[in-house]
């Protein structure tokens, strides 16, 4: 017997209005979160000519339909049918994992979806199935006779105030990288952890249900990006699980659940100095031993290669941290080492050339590391180049390493997923050079995760490219032609020299072990 598939949709206003109107809203931003989510919610109370719940208050719900080509198709469907609203009407905000129900003895998934209305609420046109109208705030829900589980419905998608701005500053943020990205996520779910209203909950089991929804939205707010998150949230709530079966889910633990799942995300945090030690360890040891205070030079008769040259893209903090452990080498080094550091500048927003060559400069100009000792003879070069202009660099010029500072590793094969232009460098790297410029991933063992569609990785929007296009690109351009700005793309691991990590060069059979434990970690999703 097929499970009943029901979807609910849940829409929203601000009152008073925000007095935005649908045609301000470009197509592209209609995939971002609003900025607040409303403060009302629209329920419906169900007229008699239904065969359930007569006179009870809901939202918007409809059955998947085998013509359905999605459940987002479906949503809005029912929407246009029930309210007279079209997707032009609304701004989506997000969906929810589903929830089980069993009503009188027939079991299925509803999938609840939030929108937020963009027109005047007031154009509303019921259909016969529904005969009131009401904005609720969400804390009065309860004083309406509601159908089963809408209070269930609505705190899967229907988040605190809090939480919904982080998430809206989480998914605009385009400028940190992988690592810091989780560490702000990490930090968002620490204040969730602390605020969590005490009142709303009989037991320590529904504040950790609580928790680990919000958990979830945090996870998947920027999909490609969510991999470190998602892998360290997992063991993190793992830990908050057990201490609920260790300790009993009286609420009156609370104070001390809450103190322990906050610790847990402090100690992650706090550990993130050690980890990058580790890294730039391992990286000193197998890539630049010259630098290792325990390497023996094993042939004196040969001459050494005192120029050292780095490739790489983007901003990465890992990258960005191994480069500041790498310049005070070159420069404490007795030697007459130089090092280059080249950076494609990223594009669109330029993040290679405007955060990392230009940090890693200021990091070198403050603490006086430019220049050999005693002379104005420079010993340490930072170049920015084009994207497009990697293959003709790598071609021309001599580079002792590319180094990837990635935002996942592909847990079955080692492919990785980074910065739109990573795999040009190093398919140019092999091209030009079959091996002899190595492609180093240089990351954590938390970005190891599960594979992607690269069919569907983020696009952003388009005004991002067309921006540096200046008066030239008019309003007709952008209507009749399409500018695709897709952020990121999948690097083959046959492209790939190696892995460096925490636990240090990494073959491919470790990866999986790696994978294979964070993937046990985040069964605990499914207690949704």
Excluded at 82 to 87: A, L, P, R, V, Y
Excluded at 458 to 483: H, L, M, P
Aim: hydrophobic letters at 35%; charged letters at 25%; glycine letters at 4%.
């Amino acid at each position: 017997m097929n499970q009943l598939r029901l979807i609910t949709s849940l829409l929203t206003i601000s009152d008073p209005p925000t007095n935005v109107l649908p045609q301000a809203i470009p197509k592209w931003k209609k995939s971002l979160l609003p900025q607040t989510q409303g403060n009302k919610i629209l329920l419906l109370k169900r007229s008699d000519k239904v065969s359930s719940y007569q006179h009870h208050w809901g939202g918007i719900t409809g059955s998947l339909e085998p013509s359905d080509k999605s459940y987002l198709q479906r949503a809005l469907a029912d929407i246009k049918e029930k309210t007279g609203f079209s997707e032009h009407d609304l701004h989506f905000i997000r969906t929810g994992k589903p929830l089980k129900i069993n009503n009188n003895g027939v079991k299925g998934l509803v999938y609840p979806y939030l929108f937020k209305i963009i027109t005047d609420p007031k154009k509303i046109k019921l259909d016969s199935e529904n005969s009131e109208v009401s904005f609720v705030e969400p804390q009065k829900i309860n004083e309406y006779q509601i159908v089963p589980q809408l209070k269930d419905i609505i705190d899967r998608v229907y988040l605190p105030d809090k939480i919904h701005t982080g998430l809206y500053e989480l998914q605009r943020d385009r400028s940190s990288g992988a690592i810091e990205y989780t560490w702000k996520s990490l930090a968002l779910l620490k204040v969730a952890t602390e605020e969590t209203p005490r009142e709303k909950f009989v037991n320590l089991n529904q504040t950790f249900l609580y928790l680990l929804n919000i958990a979830h939205h945090i996870s998947v707010i920027r999909p490609t990006m969510s991999t470190s998150i998602i892998n360290n949230v997992s063991v993190i709530l793992n830990d908050a699980k057990n201490f609920i079966d260790t300790h009993g889910s009286s609420l009156d633990h609370t104070a001390e659940f809450q103190e322990s799942l906050s610790n847990s995300i402090k100690d992650y945090l706090d550990s993130a100095t050690t980890v990058q030690k580790r890294i730039n360890r391992n990286a000193i040891q197998h890539l630049f031993p010259m630098f290792d205070p325990n390497y023996v030079y094993q042939n004196t008769d040969i001459v050494p290669d005192y120029n050292i040259s780095i490739l790489t893209t983007s901003f990465s903090s890992t990258i960005y941290k191994l480069l500041l452990a790498l310049c005070n080498a070159v420069h404490s080094s007795q030697k007459p080492y130089t090092l280059q550091v080249t950076i494609s500048e990223s594009r669109p927003l330029n993040e290679g050339a405007l955060y990392l060559a230009q940090r890693l400069n200021d990091y070198i100009t403050t603490n006086n590391l430019r220049y050999f000792p005693n002379t104005k003879n420079p010993r340490i070069f930072i170049t920015v180049i084009t994207d497009s202009s990697v293959a003709y660099y790598l071609k021309t010029k001599k580079v002792t390493y590319c180094l990837l500072g990635v935002d996942r590793v592909v847990g079955e094969d080692g492919s990785v997923v980074n910065k739109m232009g990573s795999a040009c460098i190093a398919m140019a790297a092999n091209y030009y050079h079959e091996g002899e410029v190595p492609v180093f991933v240089v990351t954590q063992r938390d970005k190891i995760g599960e594979d992607e569609d690269e069919i569907n990785m983020e696009e952003n929007e388009a005004s991002e490219v067309t921006s540096s296009y200046g008066n030239w690109w008019t309003r007709s351009s952008d209507q009749f032609i399409e500018v695709r700005n897709v952020y990121f793309e999948k690097v083959d691991p046959r492209l790939i020299s190696g892995y460096l990590m925490e636990d240090g060069l990494i073959a491919l059979e470790e990866i999986r072990k790696i994978w294979s434990t964070y993937k046990k970690a985040r069964v605990i999703f499914d207690m949704l």
